[in-house]
């Protein structure tokens, strides 16, 4: 394996249901990689793993798993596990993002995000030690911006990026003389989820956003393409020529957040 081929990787990518998880599932197939999709969206995760696997040449296969439960976690990683032949890349891309006013946060809504975004990447990344530690492998988490420098109107899930970046270099450091790389990537990538979101705007709030974007972001002034612009990243991060690098977060936002 050449240090840009993906050939014969076997990943597991969560949140591959939908968004960038899903443009992740479709693109390492296209590498020839062995790709289990986990989410608990069945209908679109079995149909997007489908297509990627007859559009070819690499295998997608689906597993439906809810990330905030241990037993679920466990049990889906030791079913992809199981399809895979084994486990070479854990790309957990599976969260939430929803948004209220700091001093109007629900606790019920606090505990919802936290346990998402913060429980679920600490289970699924247990989860793969458990199936990396005798050979080494890659854990990409998604982190966010908002966990660096915080995001007006989405505390709670700022907290909770703000807890993935933490936890990424504390077991960075744990698991690397394993053979464990951990990094994580703070994506501004359009996604369905973000064209509905546009679409609700008015004439007026659609305006001050792609101003605002124009005015923070270096490259373009507008989010990124899954295909042009993460995958080329992702490609690398779960190869073999990343294997020196280590407890980083990675910015793929058109120079939003540049870090120190």
């Known amino acids: 394996m050449t240090d840009s081929s993906l050939a014969g990787r076997r990943i597991l990518v969560t949140g591959g249901a939908s968004g960038m998880g899903a443009g992740l599932v479709r693109a390492f197939a296209a590498e020839a990689a062995s790709v289990v999709s986990c989410d608990i969206q069945t209908g679109p995760g079995n149909a997007i793993t489908a297509a990627a696997t007859a559009d070819g040449p690499g295998r997608a296969d689906f597993v439906e798993c809810d990330v905030t439960d241990s037993a679920s976690v466990d049990g889906a990683f030791a ?135 124009a005015a923070v972001m270096p490259i373009d002034g507008r989010l990124g393409e899954v295909d042009r612009d993460l995958v080329p990243l992702l490609r690398f991060l779960a190869g073999a020529g990343s294997r020196f690098i280590t407890g980083q977060l990675f910015p793929v936002d058109g120079g939003v957040l540049m870090v120190r």
Do not use: C
């Open 79 to 213: 079913r992809a596990v199981e399809l895979l032949g084994g486990l070479d890349v854990l790309v957990h891309a599976a969260g939430i993002a929803p948004g209220a006013p700091a001093e109007q946060i629900a606790v019920a809504d606090w505990d919802r995000v936290l346990t998402v975004n913060a429980r679920g990447t600490f289970l699924t990344n247990q989860a793969a030690f458990q199936h990396l530690k005798e050979h080494g492998g890659r854990i990409i988490n998604f982190a966010s911006a908002a966990g660096v420098i915080g995001l007006p109107g989405k505390a709670h899930y700022s907290a909770s990026k703000g807890a993935v970046v933490a936890w990424t270099r504390t077991i960075a450091q744990e698991w690397g003389h394993l053979g464990i790389t951990v990094n994580a990537i703070a994506p501004a990538i359009r996604t369905p989820m973000y064209e509905t979101t546009r679409a609700s705007m008015t004439t007026e709030q659609l305006a001050a956003h792609d101003a605002q974007l």
